[in-house]
Every structure is written in structure tokens, then in C-alpha cells.
């Protein structure tokens, strides 16, 4: 028999076969929703690993620390890897890739290794379970695991039963959606969730279970966004302006009296906001200015069940993604003696980024952050970066062309803030200068390498006396050497 996926109209009954006690076993993957769902109502995600699980029963299976369980043993687990000579997958992560789960390995005896109770259902209410499975086993010889998940009412009453068939051993590690849907009782929510492994352990059925999940399915829930052929824009972030765009959502079937939330999430869908009075079909978004993902979604629920979030479906996601511009830093500007060559310092922060520097004249190359330029006059050089998205932004750096350099032959540094340093205007790092001076008797008392020159007088915090230093240059980019007096006047 073949269930369609819709939401049942709290609190009236329903003749629905699955609660009359059937049980259904097929080999292959059940049907899962169709429709709409809501936010999972259960999701066991075995935490972040270690210690023993509660979902076990009690006698049927040992935890154990070691990621390699013996038969009979089951641990909590982020990866396994080099178990049983090699007989088993290297699994370096869950599901999900951000936490553990479950690995078996299979008693001798078949029988249940996984078993719950699962409150706060909305009453008859269609269901979606979902689990995510993986065969740790990579020998073909060997015994497959065979699953058998059953929903059963606390007093045994069995709603609905899945068998997963063989669950065949595959050339790389892989999880495997399974899942199926079923109707929760009338008058008492409640379920009892039961994982059986049907095969015996020995050689082979050790598994992996992960995210378990029930999430409420109803009607489809359509909507989108007004004058958009798809549930996603992406624009860039817009320095003069904002964006805003009408949500429309469609009257969904099977409902006697629906009620309407508009919701937000900021964070790709992991938490999810109600927006105070977002509560019709339409709803206007205000203006966006900062780059950001705004995802909203229409969630409906039937008036006579408003209270129990549970019975909460959701449309598809609408996705509007405004993508900043690239950050792009040209670098300092650059004073370079005439017939040299100065190297600029561009950076570009963004993901997936294309740049380039214009003009293509007097430059190595456009597309390297860091070219070396050679203008013969002052010059300006533009670097322009665009992201994938198509979000662009430049800078641009001023290179000015001297002939000679000016140098100071005196300063005083007496702290009135007039020539107090020792500075050569001209002198660009970029050049790769070395610069000293020497007193009277020959010792170094100044020295700066690829830096901007500034002496304010002292050595290691000592004041030096007034009187003629020389200082020498050497300009390895220009295969220079300067040398000359200064006058430090006290």
C-alpha cells in the first residue's frame, strides 16, 4: 500500500490503514515526503563522541571505547580507520562531516541495537523518519547488513515497519539515506523507535548509523520571490543603495484553517526566526544594505494545532545573497629615482577572485599582486578585482619619477617640532636603501634598511652631542652609493 504525503487536519480523524497495525517490510528504499516538511522534531546526531549511548537496550549490545568494536560492541565515534587487517572502510567523518555517530558491530544473535522514545508529535500527523547508514565492511564475502526501523505505540502497537534490504558493501565509504513516512495515533503522540539487525555478526554486518531524524510532512508549501524565475538572487553589495523584494506564497490544499509565519535565518538555515506580523501570503522584505544571506521561507500551520510547534511545515527556501565586494589594496604610493624599477604591493581579500592592474604599459605583468613597474614620468596604476558573483572593486597607487634624491645636511632635534628628524623625503623602501651614519670616531649610530629614513638624534635611547656625522647610502636597486655630511645642531 502507498501512503500519499499530506498533512491530516488536526484534530479531526482520518481513516488511515497504518494505524490498524500492517506491517510493511520492502528491500528496497521506502517513499519519503513528497510534499512539505517542517524542522526535524527529533535529530539524534550521537553528539560530538565518547561514552555510552542511551539508545541502546539494555543487554543487547557493549560499549567500548576503541574505534574498532568487537562483535557484540558498539562506540560513539568521529572516524575509524585500520580495523580487522583491513577488512573495514577508513570512515573519517560522520554524516554530516562536523561530529560522530554510531558504529556496530553486529552480535551473533540478530536483535535490536537501537531503541527510544520519541515525544512532542503532533497528533495524527504524517511523519518522515529518515537515517542515514553506512556498511563499515569493504569485502565483498562477507555477511550485508539487513535493518529493520519500526514505529511501534508504547504498548507495542506496531504503526509502520521499513526493511532496508542488504545494505551492499560499496568501493568507497558512503552514507545512505533511508526513510519512510508514517501517521502518528489520534489520541496519544507517542512512539516507541526500534532499530533490529535482522543479519547475524561474525564475518561482516558492522555498520555506521547517523542523524536520525522526524520531521512533520504536509502539502506542498509553494513559494517565491515576485518577478524571479528561481528561489535564489544573488547581487553585490551596493555602496548607494538596497534591496527589496516581495515574497508571495500559494494557498496550500488540505487545510481548514491555515495560519502564516514568515521566517528568517541569517546563518544558512541553522536557526530559523519568526518576523513579527509576516503572517499573510505576502510579504514585503525590507531594504538590504550589508552583505549577508537573507533565506526566508512561509511556514504554515493548522489553526487547531497552533500551539504545538511540531505540527510546523515549511516551503522551500527563498535565498537572497548579497555578496560583498572584494577588498583591494593597491598599497602605499612609491617615489622611485628615474631609470629605476619599484615593485608595488597590491593585496585582494574575497573568494574566488580574478584581479588586474591597468594600464599594461611600464609593468612586468598586469596579473601578478605584486609587479614591478618601471614608469619613465609620474604614473598611476589601477588594480581591479571581481568576485565570482560578479561584485567588483579596485584601488588604485600613484608612482612619482624623481631625478635625484634631496638630502638634508642638518637637523635639530630639540622637541619644537621643527626639523626635530633626520629624514630624506625621496628615499622609498621599495628602493631597498641601506642607510647609515657614523660619528667622529667611526661607530654606527643610525642605520635603516629598506625603511623610511628618520633619525631623531639618539642611539639605544642615548641623546648624541652635536656635531658633523657622515652617512652613507647604498641603492642596490639603482647601483648607487651616496655619501656626504650632516650637522645634528643641539
Not at 528491500?27 to 539524534?44: E, F, H, K, M, R
Not at 545494505?167 to 565509504?173: E, F, G, L, R, W
Not at 581579500?349 to 599582486?369: C, F, H, M, R, T
Request: aromatic share 12%; proline share 7%; with cysteine.
Amino acid at each position: 500500500m502507498q501512503v500519499s504525503c499530506f498533512f491530516k487536519k488536526f484534530p479531526f480523524s482520518f481513516p488511515v490503514m497504518i494505524l490498524f497495525g500492517l506491517v510493511f517490510y520492502t528491500p528496497v528504499q521506502a517513499q519519503l515526503c513528497d510534499g512539505s516538511l517542517g524542522d526535524p522534531v527529533v535529530n539524534i546526531t550521537f553528539g560530538s563522541g565518547g561514552g555510552v549511548s542511551s539508545y541502546v537496550p539494555a543487554a543487547s549490545y557493549t560499549y567500548t571505547p576503541s574505534n574498532c568494536p568487537n562483535d557484540g560492541y558498539y562506540t560513539i565515534t568521529k572516524n575509524t580507520s585500520g580495523c580487522f587487517n583491513g577488512t573495514w572502510h577508513n570512515v573519517s567523518h560522520d554524516h554530516t562531516g562536523n561530529g560522530a555517530f554510531m558504529l556496530v558491530n553486529a552480535s551473533y544473535a540478530p536483535g535490536d541495537f537501537f531503541l527510544t522514545t520519541v515525544t512532542n508529535l503532533c497528533p495524527n500527523t504524517n511523519y518522515e523518519f529518515a537515517a542515514w547508514i553506512l556498511n563499515v565492511v569493504k569485502t565483498v564475502a562477507s555477511i550485508l547488513p539487513e535493518l529493520v526501523f519500526s514505529v511501534e505505540t508504547p504498548d507495542g502497537t506496531v504503526l509502520y515497519s521499513f526493511d532496508t534490504g542488504d545494505i551492499h558493501v560499496t568501493d568507497a565509504p558512503g552514507w545512505k539515506k533511508y526513510g519512510f513516512f508514517f501517521t502518528t495515533p489520534r489520541d496519544n503522540p507517542v512512539i516507541v523507535l526500534r532499530i533490529t539487525n535482522k543479519a547475524p555478526g561474525g564475518n561482516g554486518n558492522d555498520l555506521g548509523l547517523d542523524d536520525i531524524t522526524f520531521r512533520p510532512c504536509g502539502p506542498k508549501i509553494i513559494a517565491n520571490i515576485e518577478g524571479s524565475a528561481s528561489d535564489t538572487i544573488n547581487v553585490c553589495q551596493n555602496d548607494s543603495g538596497s534591496y527589496a523584494y516581495t515574497l508571495k506564497g500559494d494557498t496550500p490544499s488540505g487545510y481548514a484553517s491555515p495560519l502564516y509565519q514568515w521566517q528568517l535565518s541569517t546563518d544558512s538555515a541553522t536557526t530559523w526566526n519568526n518576523i513579527p506580523g509576516a503572517i499573510s501570503l505576502t510579504y514585503q522584505t525590507p531594504p538590504v544594505h550589508l552583505p549577508g544571506y537573507y533565506w526566508y521561507r512561509l511556514s504554515v500551520i493548522e489553526a487547531g494545532a497552533a500551539g504545538i510547534s511540531s505540527c510546523r511545515i515549511a516551503s522551500d527556501v527563498l535565498m537572497i545573497n548579497v555578496h560583498p565586494k572584494p577588498v583591494v589594496n593597491a598599497g602605499p604610493d612609491h617615489i622611485m629615482l628615474v631609470n629605476t624599477s619599484v615593485t608595488l604591493s597590491g593585496s585582494v581579500e574575497g573568494a574566488q577572485l580574478k584581479y588586474l592592474w591597468a594600464p599594461d604599459k611600464y609593468i612586468n605583468d598586469v596579473s601578478q599582486l605584486t609587479p614591478v613597474v618601471s614608469p619613465p614620468v609620474d604614473y598611476t596604476y589601477t588594480l581591479s578585482a571581481q568576485s565570482v558573483w560578479g561584485c567588483a572593486n579596485a584601488d588604485s597607487v600613484r608612482v612619482k619619477v624623481v631625478s635625484g634624491l634631496y638630502i638634508p645636511n642638518a637637523f635639530t632635534p630639540n622637541g619644537d617640532g621643527v626639523n626635530d628628524r633626520w629624514e630624506i623625503p625621496f628615499l622609498d623602501p621599495s628602493l631597498g636603501a641601506k642607510v647609515s651614519v657614523f660619528n667622529r670616531w667611526g661607530q654606527l649610530v643610525y642605520h635603516a634598511s629598506s625603511a623610511t629614513v628618520s633619525w631623531d638624534g639618539n642611539t639605544n635611547g642615548v641623546p648624541q652631542p652635536g656635531g658633523m656625522y657622515v652617512y652613507m647610502i647604498q641603492i642596490a636597486n639603482a647601483n648607487r652609493v651616496l655619501k656626504g655630511t650632516i650637522t645634528l645642531i643641539r
